[in-house]
């Protein structure tokens, strides 16, 4: 698979089969958000799997229910990802304040979307989560309360194959050349 049809095939998968994902292939994802670049390579990540099926029944059941429902489907993926957004290197906080810019949440983001991508060539899909209840998730986990966890993903082998339209903006309406349009 080329890049570009990578980039084309993956998407946003909200239904998945029980079948576990091998360890292996995680390691695979992993190795994918390791090597992201960041910000004074600070790497300002750590990424929790969690494939033991008590526990992420367990934690889904908690951190996807109230307000949180609306990502109830994540309940049925067989591991789930909480990514813990750790301190920047000295200049990069520095750089950020300065700049008043959270370079941190764009390395956390490079780094996702690296282990996406991994994810989709080896098939096995996902969902980025931004909503969901952290304060949950951080008890189960035993993370310290002054920790964030900014992104959970859900990781499984996709329940349907139905091509799904691209909804984007056009080029031309997210991008120029040479001004501001
Ligand atoms: C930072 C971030 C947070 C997101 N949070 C959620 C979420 O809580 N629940 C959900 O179902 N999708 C979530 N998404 C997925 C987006 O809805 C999805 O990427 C977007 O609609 C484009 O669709 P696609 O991923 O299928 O191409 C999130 C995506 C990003 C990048």
């Given at each position: 698979?080329?890049?570009?049809?990578?980039?084309?095939?993956?998407r946003?998968?909200?239904?998945?089969?029980?079948?576990p994902?091998?360890?292996?292939?995680?390691?695979?994802?992993?190795?994918?958000?390791?090597?992201a670049?960041?910000?004074?390579?600070?790497?300002?990540?750590?990424?929790?799997?969690?494939?033991?099926?008590?526990?992420?029944a367990?934690?889904?059941?908690?951190?996807?229910?109230?307000?949180?429902?609306?990502?109830?489907?994540?309940?049925?993926?067989?591991?789930?990802?909480?990514?813990?957004?750790?301190?920047?290197?000295f200049?990069?906080?520095?750089?950020?304040?300065?700049?008043?810019?959270?370079?941190?949440?764009?390395?956390?983001?490079?780094?996702?979307?690296?282990?996406?991508?991994?994810?989709?060539?080896?098939g096995?899909?996902?969902?980025?989560?931004?909503?969901?209840?952290?304060k949950?998730?951080?008890?189960?986990?035993?993370?310290?309360?002054?920790?964030?966890?900014?992104?959970?993903?859900?990781?499984?082998?996709?329940?349907e194959?139905?091509?799904?339209?691209?909804?984007?903006?056009?080029?031309?309406?997210?991008?120029?050349?040479?001004?501001?349009?």
């Open positions: 698979m080329t890049f570009s049809e990578l980039v084309q095939k993956r946003s998968f909200r239904k998945y089969s029980e079948r994902i091998p360890r292996e292939d995680i390691l695979k994802c992993l190795e994918a958000a390791r090597l670049p960041s910000a004074c390579n600070s790497q300002p990540w750590h990424f929790i799997v969690i494939d033991e099926p008590e526990l992420k367990r934690i889904a059941d908690r951190i996807f229910s109230g307000i949180y429902s609306m990502n109830k489907f994540a309940k049925e993926a067989p591991a789930l990802v909480a990514v813990v957004s750790e301190k920047m290197k200049l990069a906080a520095l750089g950020s304040q300065v700049r008043d810019t959270r370079y941190f949440l764009m390395d956390v983001g490079i780094a996702c979307e690296h282990f996406i991508l991994q994810a989709e060539e080896l096995i899909g996902s969902c980025w989560m931004g909503w969901f209840d952290e949950a998730l951080k008890e189960e986990l035993k993370i310290p309360k002054n920790k964030k966890i900014d992104i959970v993903i859900a990781l499984g082998y996709p329940a194959d139905k091509i799904v339209p691209k909804i984007r903006k056009s080029l031309e309406e997210m991008s120029s050349f040479n001004k501001y349009t």
